[in-house]
């Protein structure tokens, strides 16, 4: 009887997951229509990205370039992360990197970049290198060697998978609206960062960005594209939403400044504690602004 439960149970979690955040699940009369919006629906549904308001730059009062880091690790930062095995769930469910290399590769994003201050724009191929790794084998050197046609047995190839991203890095502006007399925040950049694939199975490689993306390029793109939400599984937060609104924990690594905007690892060194109180030190000073203003 046990036994029977149990198998009961498994299979109807792999049933919802299956079907995880689909429309009319409630009032489908059969699995097809599980999914299926209709036109009424669609039209009174309006689902696209919140747009961002017009601010003239004459009514910033206020603002600071802030880049962070978006460590995976951290519990609530897993709805980027998760999922890495999508064997067994619905195919709306995917990571934040399966939905950024996806649509790289379709062509729907198209404003990718090398570094954080979107000087070099790229394309696919230009960052496959950082993508993916092929090397032969030895016996494929041999086979190469001997004037004979290298077989494919003989070739590894690794990519970069979504369990391989550790972080992501992120670039925002901070600034105070003098006409609603209240400080924003504007993503402007995200990016993915991965042990350099290079070295990406030996111990302890160095963590690399692979690509930047220029936001607003992609708001629509992360706005289809859906993350667990542990409340209601029924109504999950777009990735749109999830960054636009800052559910997460970043760390700031690097501030515009004087100094060419260096990072907190170059004039605090050796100390990751006082790397950290120096992120929440800057923190403090942008919030610190706002607080000022109402202080009489």
Known sequence: MKLKSFLLTVTTVFAVSGVFAQANILNAKSPEEIGVRTAAQKAIDNDKPLEYGYVDDRDILYSKMTWEKI???ERVNFPLYYPIDTNNIGKNRRSLYDVLIKNIKNGRIKNIYD?????????????QSALVKIDTTELGIEQINAGEELSAEYINRRDITAADIKEYRIKGLWYF??????MKYRLLGIAPVAPDVNFIDTDNPDLVELFWVFLPDARNVLHEAKAFNNENSNMPFSYDHILNSRRFHGVIYKEENVQGDRKINEYVTHNALMQLLESERIKDKIRDFELDMWTY
């Open 71 to 73: 460590v995976l690790d």
């Open 115 to 127: 570094d954080s201050y979107f000087t070099s724009k790229r394309t696919l191929n230009d960052i």
């Open 177 to 182: 609206d003098k006409r609603q007399s209240e």
